[in-house]
């Protein structure tokens, strides 16, 4: 019996050969691997040698040929098939080992050309591979390294047979196989066609696992988190410091808390619950964000994620004391905070880099029978869209205060109401059936702070009430896309209330 090593990844590969060989299988292999596998003075054949034709072109053609393929397909079991290996000459194959050319590192460099990518797509390979994963009931396919120990411990030396190897276990394998060479497939796909456009027929997204989580988002529920290879950064790669394994739960929030974050230039700091902002300020202070940030629901804010922008430095370590939270997220940390921060036993402490990649720009929800996939509300506002609708004009600090509250609003899960002051939240009101419950709920958390803040509204009002409450409660200045068949009556409540208003021509719906 006769077994095929054709790896780039030559991990334990050498132990595996000799498992391979102990149990009297001859081996055959192909250029480094066979280079790898002789240095260890392990009989291995050269491939040229079985198919009796030289690697050409600079080693592009190699293993595609019908003395490799026909030994792997043939079917033990079909008379013909047996009939035409042995009129060809054709010994059959019945173990591949084999794993690709490294295409993702290769285009993960920054420098790396058009010349080297295509050079570093397989396709020997995935053909062994792929034809090996066919014929699983009959042929070994070993694409990961990992699985090379519980293989070789069932290889009995001396038996040159795979008797040992149950249906579902060569199932399994060749389940790998296929999956292996389908998430390396996606990212040649997605390398060439330059991130994720929608005139595509045919979509496919790849992940690579990295754990299981305790359970998802309620403790019957499975978990576990994954990886897109060709992304940089993010929440799924980030570096913890300090603290407890991540939950579900977690992961959600402290990716919310940064992408909050990191829609302000300023230095900002975010309390997030349940994905949803409870706190929100930027002040060139770091210390200063973070108290007015905490100050905008004190409540809310115990066992809550916070996020930064900046690097969180010792002095926001030391105004945070006092409060309960399950996960700090920021870009650093001064060494000194760190010191500050791990004094406490259960949080943790993570950083992360933005994240870069070519689907980056595009979310995936998962429905019944398929999914939906839309581009990430991330685009810069066209301020020359926002017009004043009311005859009296929002002052300065109004309009910073709008803008503000604008960018806060579309992290918002709608019907999304935010209220802003000084560059900070002050209210928000949060997945409301009805628009009024969500302002009702906004300056209800506001309380007395309310009176000269601007309200921002993630869609259109539909109705006056919505104006007249916020009137009531001391709201001088609205933001709201506009576009509501009774837009001149909420105008005219504005301007009966004297409130200033901006449409911005933009809604920001969060489902």
């Keep these: 019996m006769k077994a095929l090593f054709s790896v780039y990844d030559k991990t334990s590969v050498i132990e595996f050969a000799h498992a391979v060989r102990e149990a009297e299988f001859s081996l055959v292999s192909t250029g480094g691997t066979h280079a790898s596998i002789q240095a260890a003075g392990i ?9 009796n034709f030289p690697e050409i072109l600079g080693g592009r053609v190699k293993t595609l040929s019908p003395i490799i393929h026909g030994g792997i397909l043939a079917r033990r079991n079909l008379a013909s098939d047996k009939e035409e290996l042995a009129k060809y000459d054709i010994e059959p194959i019945d173990i591949v080992v084999s794993n690709l ?13 058009l010349n080297d990518a295509l050079e570093n797509i397989d396709i020997g390979g995935p053909a062994m591979i792929r034809a090996a994963a066919k014929n699983f009931p009959d042929v070994l396919v070993v694409v990961d390294p990992s699985d090379y120990k519980w293989i070789s411990d069932r290889l009995k030396p001396g038996s040159a047979s795979l008797d040992s190897f149950t249906l579902n276990e060569r199932k399994e394998l060749a ?13 040649i796909s997605q390398y060439l066609g330059d991130g994720y456009s929608f005139d595509r027929s045919e979509i496919t997204f790849g992940y690579n696992k990295s754990y299981n989580l305790r359970y998802g988002e309620n403790p019957h529920q499975k978990a576990s988190l994954t990886t897109d290879p060709l992304t940089t950064g993010g929440i799924a790669r980030a570096t913890q410091h300090h603290g407890r394994e991540l939950s579900f739960n977690n992961i959600l929030d402290a990716d919310a808390a940064f992408r909050i974050v990191s829609d302000y230039s300023d230095p900002a ?3 997030v619950k349940h994905t949803n902002p409870c706190g929100l300020a930027i002040h060139q202070d770091q210390p200063t964000a973070y108290k007015k940030a905490f100050k905008g629901d004190p409540t809310s804010a115990y066992g809550g994620i916070v996020g930064f922008n900046r690097a969180v430095t010792a002095a926001t370590a030391e105004a945070m004391k006092g409060v309960f939270y399950e996960i700090i997220i920021a870009p650093s940390y001064e060494p000194d905070a760190l010191k500050i921060l791990k004094k406490r036993r259960n949080l943790r402490i993570l950083e992360i880099m933005p994240s870069e990649g070519f689907y980056e720009n595009v979310e995936v929800r998962k429905i019944t029978g398929g999914a939906l996939i839309q581009m990430i509300d991330t685009e810069a506002e066209d301020l020359s869209l926002w017009r004043n609708v009311t005859n009296r004009v929002p002052s300065h600090k109004e309009m ?7 960018k806060a609003v579309k992290h918002v899960k709608s019907n999304g109401i935010v209220i802003g002051k000084d560059n900070t939240i002050i209210g928000v ?4 059936p009805n628009r009024v419950t969500s302002v009702h709920l906004a300056v209800r958390t506001a309380g007395v702070k309310t009176k000269g803040g601007s309200l921002a509204s993630d869609a ?6 919505n104006i007249e409450l916020a ?13 509501s068949i009774r837009d001149q009556e909420v105008i005219d409540a504005a301007n009966t209330n004297n409130i200033a208003m901006i449409f911005t021509g933009v809604r920001h719906f969060k489902h």
């Design 400 to 406: 910073l205060d709008l803008s503000f509250s604008w």
């Design 269 to 271: 700091a975010t309390i």
């Design 429 to 432: 009101g949060v997945g409301q």
């Design 175 to 187: 389940r790998k196989a296929f999956q292996h060479i389908a998430l390396y497939d996606t990212a």
């Design 101 to 113: 050319y490294p295409f993702v590192e290769t285009i993960s460099r920054p420098d790396t050309s």
């Design 471 to 483: 009137s009531k409660s001391g709201i001088t200045s609205i933001i709201q896309p506009g576009g």
């Design 460 to 465: 259109f009002f539909p109705f006056p009430d």
């Design 43 to 51: 009989p291995v054949q050269q491939v040229s040698e079985l198919t």
